[in-house]
C-alpha cells in the first residue's frame, strides 16, 4: 500500500491548479485520473484555442442554486492571478471580445504551463488509473485502485460533470459525493445548442451556417450576441448562454433586429422607401438569403406601400419578437457544462471541504456552480482549485 498526503481524482482544469497550488505549498500530491491523458478538454475548449478566462469574471457571471457560494474563492484567485500565470509562462493570447481571453496559437500552451507548473513542484501524475472503492478510514480515506491501495489524508474530487462523454466524462463524482452522504442537485447539460423538430426546422435546414446577431432572452435573462442555425436547430453565442435559463416547454424570444424598434423601422421604410420590397430591405440586414426565406416564409413580400397597419404590426411581431419553442437539447454530447451536481450547501465555500465528511474537498464543474460562456467555468475551476489548495 501507498501513502501520500493528498489525492486528487481528475487531471483537468480544476485538479491541476489544485494539484500544483497544493504541491507548491510542500504537500505530497497524488493526481489520477482514467483518461490516457491529462486536460483533454483544456485542448479542445475554444475551438483548439483555450478561452482560459474572462477580464470581467463577477459572481453575477455564475449560476448555483447558492448563489453566494463561488464569491470567496473567485476573489482570492482572480482573473488576473491566471493572467499573471499565463504571462510568466510567455504563452502568447489576445482578446476576442467581451473580455474572453484566448491563446494566440493552441490550448495545448496552456495545458503545457499547468503540467509544467505541476513538474516543477513534484506532483505526481497517474493517467490510466481506475478507481474502484473508496472508504474512510482513521485520518483520511483508503481508495483501492489499478495502482494498487493508495491511502492519504486529503481526497479532492476533481472529476467534472457529464457534459462531452466521448472526453471521458462520466458521473464518477457525483457517485462519490453520495457515498459520502451529499445531495446532489439535478443535472442537465448547459451550455448546448437547441434541437428543433416543428415545422421550424425546413428554415433552420435552409438557412443552416448562417450567423445573425440577436438579443434572445427567456426566463428573465437576456443575452446580446450571435446566433447560428444548424441542420438540427439553433446554436451560437446567445443559444448557448441561454441554454442554461432554459427549461423544457420554456418559449424563446429572438430579436432579429436587436438594433432597431422593429416597429418604428418598417414605418420609416414605408415612409422613405415606399416602393421597396421588403425582403430587399430585409436584405440589407440578413444575406439575401436569409431575408428571401424569411419574407417568403412568414410573410408576402410586397412593396411597404401596400402593406397595412395591421400586417406591418405582425411583421414587427415576429422580427422583433420570434418565439420559438425549442424540442430540446443536444444534450450532453455537445454541452460545454452539465449545471446543478453537488449542492454547495453542503461545502465550505471557504476551503471546498465536505461538511459532512472531513478531508474531503468538491472543486470545479462537479459542484452546482456553472459559469456563462465566455471563459467563466475556467475562472471558477482555477479558483475553487487554488481554494482547496491551501487547506488540503
Not at 504537500?27 to 479542445?44: C, F, P, S, T
Not at 446554436?235 to 432597431?260: K, R
Amino acid at each position: 500500500m501507498r501513502s501520500t498526503e493528498v489525492v486528487i481524482i481528475g487531471a483537468g482544469a480544476a485538479g491541476l491548479m489544485c494539484a500544483l497550488t497544493a504541491a507548491g505549498r510542500g504537500r505530497q500530491v497524488l493526481l489520477l485520473d482514467h483518461a490516457n491523458k491529462a486536460g483533454k478538454k483544456i485542448l479542445m475548449s475554444g475551438g483548439g484555442r483555450c478561452n482560459f478566462t474572462n477580464m470581467y469574471t463577477e459572481p453575477s457571471n455564475f449560476l448555483s442554486q447558492n448563489s453566494h457560494f463561488c464569491k470567496s474563492a473567485l476573489a482570492r484567485y482572480t482573473q488576473w492571478d491566471f493572467i499573471g500565470m499565463v504571462a510568466k509562462h510567455g504563452v502568447p493570447y489576445h482578446e476576442k471580445k467581451l473580455g474572453q481571453l484566448f491563446c494566440d496559437n493552441k490550448s495545448s500552451d496552456i495545458l503545457g504551463m499547468l503540467l509544467d507548473e505541476c513538474d516543477q513542484v513534484g506532483v505526481n501524475l497517474h493517467l490510466d488509473t481506475s478507481i474502484q472503492t473508496i472508504e474512510k478510514v482513521e485520518g483520511g480515506y483508503l481508495l483501492d485502485t489499478t495502482l494498487g491501495q493508495i491511502q492519504c489524508q486529503s481526497l479532492v474530487i476533481a472529476t467534472g460533470g457529464l457534459s462531452i462523454p466521448t472526453l471521458g466524462a462520466t458521473g464518477f463524482g457525483y457517485q462519490v459525493a453520495k457515498q459520502f452522504g451529499h445531495d446532489l442537485l439535478p443535472t442537465r447539460a448547459g451550455l448546448v445548442p437547441f434541437t428543433i423538430t416543428d415545422q421550424l426546422k425546413d428554415l433552420c435546414t435552409e438557412l443552416s451556417g448562417t450567423s445573425v446577431d440577436c438579443l434572445v432572452s427567456c426566463n428573465d435573462q437576456s443575452f446580446r450576441e450571435n446566433i447560428l442555425f444548424t441542420h438540427r436547430g439553433l446554436s451560437g453565442p446567445a443559444i448557448l448562454q441561454i441554454s442554461s435559463f432554459w427549461e423544457s416547454g420554456d418559449t424563446v424570444e429572438i430579436n432579429l433586429l436587436p438594433d432597431h424598434d422593429a416597429a418604428s423601422w418598417l414605418q420609416q421604410q414605408t415612409a422613405e422607401r415606399p416602393n421597396s420590397e421588403l425582403k430587399t430591405l430585409l436584405g440589407e440586414i440578413f444575406t439575401k438569403k436569409m431575408a428571401h426565406l424569411l419574407a417568403d416564409n412568414w410573410f408576402v413580400s410586397k412593396p411597404m406601400k401596400q402593406y397595412t397597419h395591421a400586417e406591418l404590426a405582425d411583421i414587427a411581431e415576429k422580427l422583433g419578437s420570434w418565439k420559438v419553442v425549442p424540442a430540446g437539447t443536444e444534450g450532453y454530447r455537445t454541452a460545454e457544462v452539465t449545471l446543478g451536481g453537488v449542492d454547495t450547501r453542503e461545502v465550505s465555500s471557504k476551503t471546498m471541504e465536505s461538511l459532512k465528511s472531513p478531508g474531503l474537498y468538491f472543486v470545479g464543474e462537479v459542484l452546482d456552480v456553472t459559469g456563462h460562456l465566455g471563459g467563466f467555468n475556467f475562472q471558477w475551476a482555477w479558483a475553487s482549485g487554488y481554494a482547496a489548495a491551501q487547506y488540503v
